[in-house]
């Protein structure tokens, strides 16, 4: 499958000042930025930047990044889904996951994320995909936001929904295991119904359970 990049961009004003969200961003200019020591969601800021690195390497790998002068300050990741999970089972070329989504706590409140995902969306080529998130609790900063789960969840549904993201069902058994954790989607305008079959055969493999 072709993977086709257009480069968008916006500048947001925050009461921190205005930044750059744009993307996708190639890995060349993403080495040459500092990456802020905030961004620790993860795993260390030093690995994070070499990882979404190797990702702008990869053919479907999209990395869109919320920059203050030359620190990124957030970024979101998009890529096939892990081998080791349900979702490349179905071995779709044109499923891609959002994978990672992070913005430092002093732009947080600010509409980043939204704006990532709006500028993600605005390139036409993620028309003729099925983008995927799936949210766990575990990867949230509760503590850090003061927030309980319900409320956490409520503000990343929002921020997903910024994309065309949409809550659906599955019996995916990590999912399932927490009622704050979800499966949200979009699926494109120019995917064919064999697609959105199999994905939905994706989200229900444990059928015989009801």
Known sequence: MEHRKTYNVI??????GTIVVEGPVPSSELKELDFHEDLVAFRPPEQQHKAITGIADLPEGRI???RDQNTIVGYVTFLYPDP????????MENLIELGAIEVIPKFRGSGVGKALLKVS???????????????YYW????????????????I??????AGGLEYYATDDPEISSHPANCLMAKIGSRVDPESVQKFDQLRFMNRYMY
């Open 11 to 16: 500048e947001l004003k925050t009461k921190h």
């Open 84 to 91: 080791l999970e349900r979702w490349s089972q179905g071995k």
């Open 139 to 154: 990867h949230w900063d509760l503590k850090g936001t003061g927030l309980n789960v319900w409320e956490y969840r409520k």
């Open 121 to 135: 969306m605005m390139d036409d080529a993620l028309e003729d995909f099925i983008v995927i998130t799936t949210e």
């Open 64 to 66: 869109l990044i919320a």
């Open 156 to 161: 990343m549904e929002k921020m997903m929904q």
